[in-house]
């Protein structure tokens, strides 16, 4: 089928040549076997042979474009024939009398010569009198393309500049911007190096300012910020800052160009601006002239300076400094937002030159914080968090409202860009630290997925400011300190976060003698897990214990000189034997080991490894046990229909469960069977909305009730079943959550399985009734008038009106109970090996 097709397009393209003519069904059958990764050798030569003979005789236009794209698709698809591709155009180019045709066969040459470096040489040939030829031509898309490739052709960079400045007078704005590209691009090429050379392309770039169309303006912005570095940089170093200043006014006069997109370049173009006054600075931030700028005489007029570069200056050079006034005022009120973000861009650059200037600029850019789009208020803050990396963010109490607004944005971005800012930023007064932790505690009252983070923030701002801790912990020591009952409020994120800032005070450089209670590191050790994971980037969890348990055992906690000194953001994962002072926990990296362990060393002697295991573990129960209080405590929220708080309680419960996971100290089992209980709590929360009073906005899929306890039932029988070692009360208590998940299913006629459940009911209730004698333990309230009602439920087991409110009154008797996990529960996992049968043949 190819050989016979191919001979039938080198059929037709033959007559085709004979008559001059083309025939576009012919080239569509040629490209179509080009393209073909199948197509034998044989048939695209014989194509390439066809094609070649074609582009010698036929004079028409149209038929030759075609053929150039067929010729430039074998020398790409097929790179055994490029050069013979190659020197068939190139010899075509030499004889062409079109402008139009010969621009096409250069785009071909040099197309080929990129992806074949060996062709570069020839096309090295060509000289630059053929080059510009073709821009001269009456074409004007030839000669735009020509100025836009001109860097893909070997010419002269002095030939190439005169060209391309040569044609910013062209009548047609799109080749003017074409070539004011050019120049920007040889800008960059750093071959110029002649000072008046540099001098005439920046006054010819400045002429273009003014010109009609907005593409040229724009392009003419590009070039006066590119030549404008190229004049700053050859004049003498005494005069750099002097025309540095007349380039970034002559880009300010630019700010308010009617186009969005001049604008936009214009203050792209500000920012890379490396060296301005600081008066010209700070006019920038006022509509208003200030005094120092009216005293300036006009930038490029003094004679000594006009020497420095050799030459004449043109008067158009020469601009007043108070064109200036209020430039970035105007970009960061501008009604685009993409003029706001690249004037707050280009701040982020500006700031690091002057620490007034950056000063000043933090009153607008406070302002942009209010700002409809995402885009600018989160530049905004970018920039001024960059302000804080050099050290020139200096926020006044003032600003405090506006700034710790952004801590309860709706975007996630602009919330974690505002933390980073004040990880970073210095409060010079306890008034300014109380409204930054208020932000954040607000921050993490709206947003509680966001506390990880705001716990490592409360960390490091505890640390750059420990005398305001110690005063602020006073305040707010009653929401820590336990209840009348002695009981901590666990759940609350609030108790955590002022937990975090407490610990982190004797880390602080500026405390010597930290006077948090000691019962405070105590109340934080509860809460290991939470804690250990907001600061896995500070500390691991080993070191974290360590510390806290030191602090908790000393009256005061000294930081003095004795101890290794803090080192912001460098705290070591040290396990705990290691770790002992709460200033001690920074290592060099380079210090050897030896060294590290000597400086580490404690005051008196070191915990031996068993005391630490028995410390480990100790806590561990301890934690156990607060999570088991605390689930007990959240059953007055699932009855009140609080099922997002809920599942977020038992959410944290499992992430602190899961940071003692990898510690081989703590039992396996225990864990297991404490996770194991938590997902029995999560599924009954669940199944439990199903019986609350409707609300508007709730809908259920369909089946999704009895899903739900399935899975109940499933994960209830795994603890009654695969725990071994159960005492009869925590027995007991399994075996009531059993019951109450029978009754729950019973409630639904939806769900047809009534004689089941009640034969399991009876069974559980017998079984109950055995545990109770036997171990002389009162039974739960529920259970007893489960007892009472038993032979009710089975008069009425058909479905009777009277049965749903029996049912209704026995679940309003149940109350989940805590539960007291006294032993170790053993965890049976069984393994079975398969023997696997390998058939023959």
Known sequence: MEQHLGSVCECILSLSTNDKRLNLRALASARSLIINSSTSDSTISALFETLTRFLQLTTEPRALHHTLKLLSDIAFHHSRLSGLVFHSVRSYLLRSDST???????????SIAEHDRSLASAMDELDDRFFVSLCFGPSVSVRSWFLSNAFRFPIRPYVLLTVMLGFTKDPYPYVRRVALDGLVGLSKSSVIEDCGVI???????????????????????????????MLVASVQEMNKRYWSDAVFVRLCSMVRDMSMEVRVAAFDALGKIGVVSEDILLQTLSKRVLGITKEKKPLGQCSAKRKSLGQYIPKHFDIQACVAAGAFVHGLEDEFYEVRWSACHSLHTLTILSAKFAGEALNLLMD????????VRLRALETMHHMATCDHLKVQETHMHMFLGTLVDNSTFIRSTARKILR???????????????????NLEVYPQDEADILSVLFDIGR?????????IKKFSQEIEPS???????????????????????LSEAQKVCSIPSRIFSYAVTLLGRISHALKDVMNQNTLLAYLSHCSKSTIVDNSESFFPMIEGDIPNCSCIDMISPAGMSLQQGASENENQKRLEPRKSATPLLDCQLEVHSEVAKSIKLILLKINDIWFLVQKGCMAEVLRMLRSFREELATYMSDSLVSADTLAFTFQYLRVVKLLAKVWEHFLPPRKTQSYRIGE?????????????????????LSKEEELHVLELILVTCILRLSKVEICCHNATLKKLSMIISHAEFLHKEGSIE???FVVELKKSLGEIDTYNDGASCRPFLLKRLLESFSLKQFRLSGSPKHIKAEIDLPVRIGCG
């Not at 001098?199 to 009609?212: F, I, K, N, Q, S």
């Not at 009348?484 to 004797?506: H, M, N, T």
């Open 424 to 442: 970073l930023m210095k409060l010079h007064d306890l008034k300014m630290f109380q409204s930054s932790i208020d932000g954040l505690l607000e």
């Open 100 to 110: 139009r045709l010969s621009a096409e066969s250069l785009a071909v040459l040099s």
């Open 464 to 472: 750059n400011h420990g005398n305001f801790v110690v005063c602020i």
């Open 484 to 506: 009348c009952e002695g009981r901590l409020d666990f759940d609350s994120v609030r108790v955590a976060a002022l937990l975090v800032l407490a610990i982190s005070a004797p």
């Open 368 to 375: 942009v914080l209010n700002d409809d789009s995402l885009n």
């Open 705 to 725: 009730l009895n899903l739900l306890l399935g899975k109940l039932d499933r994960n209830l029988k795994e603890m009654r079943y695969r725990f071994r070692g």
């Open 199 to 229: 001098e005439g392309c920046y006054c010819r770039a400045v002429e273009l300012l003014g010109d009609a169309e907005d593409s040229v303006r724009c392009a003419a912005v590009h070039a006066v910020s590119e030549w404008g570095k």
């Open 779 to 781: 039974p739960y309230n």
